[in-house]
C-alpha cells in the first residue's frame, strides 16, 4: 500500500503558479509598471501624449523622428510587457491616424524592429493584444481602495475619451469578476483527480456564481461606455490588418520583412477566461468558430495559452460527472453551462448595441461631431470575425453541452 499513497501525494495538481496566472488578480498582470528606464522616454513621450497627437495629425510626424532604440536595457518581464503596449498602442495610432481611407501600409523600421524584438521575447505578435489594451493597461488611482471604475485608471489611451476609458476598464473588472471562476476550475480539476465529490460540487458552484459575476461586471458598459463614439471613433485603434479590407495585403514591418504580415486586431475572444471555461465544460464549437478561437490563442501570453492547454488535457468533467451517476453534480454542471450561455447571450446583446444598432445610426446621420465611422469593419469585429454570427453559434453550442441523466 505505501508506494500508492507516495502517487497520491506526488500526483501532478493543477496549480496557478505554474502559469503565472495571479491568485488575486488571475489573467490581469499585477499592478503593472508604468515607466521604462530613461533610455526609452522618446517611447514614452509619444504614448503619453497618443490621443493629441492623433487628433492633431502629428503622431506620424513624430514617430519618423524617434530614434531606434536598443532593448538591451528592458530587464525583468513587467518592463517587456510594458515596453510592447507602449509600441502596439503607437503602432495603431500610426496605421490609423488618418482613419481606414488612409492606413499605412508600412510600419518604419524605428518602430518595427523594438515591436517585433519585444514581440518575440514574450510569445506575442506584433500588434495590440488584450493583454496590452486591458491586462497590462490598468493602475489604481489609490493603491489601497477597491478595485471599482472610480478607482481605476488606464496608462495609455486613444482617442475616444471616457467611452474608452471605461471600455477597457470595465474590460479589467470582467477579468477580475473571473478570478474565483479560474481558482474554481483548478479546484475542480484537482478534485477530479483525487477523487472528491464535496470538493468537486463546491468548485462548480463556485464558477456558476462567477460567471453571473462576469455577466454583471459586463452590464457596466452601458454606464460608461457611449455606443457611438465605440463604433465611430474607438473602434478603428483595435483593428487589425488580417481579414481587413482597409488593409487587404497586411503591414509591411520594415526591416524585418519585405512581405507584408497579417495580424487579427484585438478581440474578446484573445481573453483566456472563456476558452479555459469551454475546455474544462467541454463545450465543443463549430468548426469556423473553433478554428477562430484556436487563432486567437496565438494572441495570448504562452503561460495563458499552456493553462488553457493543460485543462484541454485534464480528464474530462463531463464523463467524471455522467459516470459518477451523482444528480447534484449533473444539475451543477448544467448550471455552470446555462450561466455560460447566458453570458455570451448578454454578450451578443452589447456587440448588436455597439456595432449593429451603432451602425445603423451612424448612416443615418447626415451631420455630426463625430468621425465617419470604418466602414471595412462594419459587420465585423475588430478580430476580423463575422461577429454576430460568431457569437450566436457559440452560445448555441455551449447550450447543447448540457448534460441529460440517463435512465
Not at 488578480?25 to 504614448?47: K, Q, T
Amino acid at each position: 500500500m505505501e508506494p500508492q499513497s507516495q502517487n497520491l501525494k506526488t500526483a501532478p495538481f493543477l496549480t496557478l503558479g505554474r502559469f503565472h496566472i495571479s491568485e488575486d488578480y488571475g489573467f490581469l498582470l499585477p499592478n503593472p509598471l508604468r515607466e521604462l528606464p530613461g533610455h526609452y522616454s522618446p517611447w514614452m513621450e509619444i504614448a503619453n501624449r497618443l490621443p493629441q497627437l492623433i487628433e492633431s495629425h502629428q503622431l506620424r510626424a513624430q514617430v519618423n523622428e524617434m530614434p531606434l532604440l536598443n532593448c538591451q536595457f528592458l530587464t525583468g518581464y513587467r518592463e517587456w510587457r510594458l515596453a510592447h503596449l507602449v509600441l502596439s498602442f503607437i503602432t495603431m495610432g500610426y496605421v490609423w491616424q488618418d482613419g481606414e481611407t488612409q492606413p499605412k501600409e508600412i510600419l518604419p523600421r524605428n518602430l518595427a524592429l523594438p515591436f517585433v524584438e519585444v514581440s518575440k521575447n514574450l510569445g506575442l505578435p506584433p500588434i495590440l493584444v488584450h493583454s496590452d489594451l486591458v491586462l497590462a493597461n490598468w493602475a489604481t488611482r489609490n493603491p489601497g481602495g477597491p478595485l471599482e471604475i472610480r478607482n481605476l485608471d488606464t496608462i495609455f489611451s486613444f482617442p475616444g475619451g471616457e467611452s474608452l476609458r471605461g471600455f477597457i476598464l470595465v474590460t479589467v473588472l470582467v477579468e477580475k469578476a473571473a478570478v474565483p471562476g479560474i481558482k474554481a476550475l483548478v479546484q475542480a480539476v484537482n478534485a477530479i483527480l483525487q477523487p472528491s465529490p464535496d470538493s468537486l460540487l463546491q468548485a462548480l458552484q463556485r464558477l456558476r456564481v462567477s460567471i453571473q459575476d462576469i455577466t454583471g461586471a459586463l452590464g457596466q458598459m452601458h454606464d460608461y461606455v457611449n455606443p457611438d463614439v465605440f463604433y465611430s471613433v474607438i473602434r478603428i485603434f483595435l483593428s487589425g490588418w488580417k481579414d481587413n479590407p482597409a488593409l487587404p495585403v497586411g503591414l509591411v514591418y520594415e526591416g524585418v520583412s519585405e512581405e507584408p504580415l497579417s495580424y487579427s486586431g484585438g478581440s474578446a475572444a484573445q481573453s483566456t477566461i472563456l476558452h479555459a471555461f469551454d475546455e474544462f465544460l467541454g463545450v465543443r464549437h463549430s468548426k469556423e468558430s473553433a478554428d477562430f478561437l484556436h487563432r486567437m490563442r496565438d494572441y495570448m501570453p504562452p503561460s495563458h495559452r499552456a493553462f488553457v492547454e493543460e485543462i484541454r488535457g485534464a480528464p474530462s468533467l463531463r464523463t467524471h460527472v455522467l459516470s459518477s451517476g451523482n444528480g447534484q453534480l449533473l444539475t451543477a454542471y448544467n448550471q455552470c453551462v446555462e450561466s455560460l450561455a447566458a453570458l455570451r447571450t448578454y454578450h451578443l446583446a452589447l456587440v448588436t448595441k455597439y456595432l449593429t444598432t451603432a451602425a445603423s445610426k451612424a448612416k443615418a446621420r447626415r451631420t455630426s461631431h463625430l468621425p465617419r465611422p470604418p466602414q471595412a469593419l462594419e459587420e465585423r469585429g475588430t478580430g476580423g470575425s463575422a461577429v454576430v454570427s460568431f457569437l450566436k453559434s457559440v452560445r448555441d453550442k455551449t447550450l447543447e453541452a448540457l448534460l441529460h441523466p440517463s435512465g
